[in-house]
């Protein structure tokens, strides 16, 4: 069974850095690919980052590229976001999702839009909270 744990959001003051962690259990690492997603209250869930684990291939949402950095320990199962000068709209609750690699889930034309339609397997969340 897959399982995904996020952990890491919190409380951080615009400008601010974050580092969540998506720990995976429950299939073999780099068969699968890993998203991380977020959900503002009363608004849909958006792309941010992805990882293909079995070549490491990344892809950023528009938005966050260049302050986000999506990385992965393969002895861990871990896949890492680091977070920098984030904003208070930004405020919302994180997941990682993972879907298995054959399927390019990274690849969906605009991520950020589209590409949590491409994964089946979720994690419970993180809410990170940026004050102004």
């Known amino acids: 069974e897959v399982q995904l744990v996020e952990s890491g959001g919190g409380l951080v003051q615009a400008g601010g850095s974050l580092r969540l962690s998506c720990a995976a259990s429950?299939?073999?690492?780099?068969?699968?690919?890993i998203g991380w997603f977020r959900q503002a209250p009363g608004k849909e869930r958006e792309g941010v980052s992805c990882?293909?684990?079995?070549?490491?291939?990344?892809v950023y949402a528009p938005s966050v590229a260049g302050r986000f950095t999506i990385s992965k320990d393969n002895a861990k199962n871990t896949v890492y976001l680091q977070m920098t000068n984030l904003g208070p709209y930004e405020t919302a609750v994180y997941y990682c999702?993972?879907?298995?690699?054959?399927?390019?889930?990274?690849?969906?034309?605009?991520?950020?839009?589209?590409?949590?339609?491409?994964?089946?397997?979720w994690g419970q969340g993180t809410l990170v909270t940026v004050s102004s």
């Open positions: 999702a993972a879907d298995r690699a054959v399927k390019s889930p990274c690849r969906v034309a605009a991520f950020a839009v589209y590409g949590s339609r491409e994964f089946e397997n």
């Open positions: 990882i293909s684990l079995n070549d490491g291939s990344t």
């Open positions: 429950g299939f073999t690492f780099d068969d699968y690919a």
